[in-house]
């Protein structure tokens, strides 16, 4: 509570937020990284679908109703994709473009690496079509 009132009582004194880098929001950079983003997520649905296949694999973080249903995944997968290209162009419009690329590439690494288990867990277990 106290660091709140002090926040708003000297809330005049801190500094603005940088401005855009050449009043370019969506650089070609941000594009790619969006672009990686969206694969990243369409490998993620890919690869938890490959995963279900095998009768050990089970999903931890999401509820079994969302997984187990195809077009449910996919569209949290794409809305997911949606949101966080959303948030990496209203970060840069708010002139924290550099900050927006390091959250990219970090949710777009953590994504990847749980691909990579999805694929890589030992396929000799049994599978089912």
Not at 16 to 25: G, K, Q, T
Not at 55 to 71: G, I, M, N, Q, R
């Amino acid at each position: 509570m106290v660091l709140f009132c002090a926040g708003v009582a000297y809330g005049s004194d801190l500094p603005e937020a940088p401005e855009p880098l050449h009043s370019e929001v969506m650089t070609h950079t941000s594009f790619l990284l969006a672009g990686g983003l969206v694969a990243a997520r369409a490998l993620d649905w890919a690869s938890t679908q490959e995963c279900l296949r095998r009768s050990w694999c089970h999903e931890d973080e999401l509820p079994s109703a969302l997984v187990h249903s195809k077009p449910g995944l996919a569209a949290f997968e794409a809305s997911m994709s949606a949101l966080g290209v959303f948030a990496q162009h209203e970060m840069g419009k708010h002139g924290h473009r550099k900050l927006a690329i390091v959250g990219q590439v970090v949710s777009t690494s953590m994504i990847l690496g749980q691909d990579a288990y999805n694929y890589y867990v030992d396929k000799s277990y049994p599978r089912h079509p």
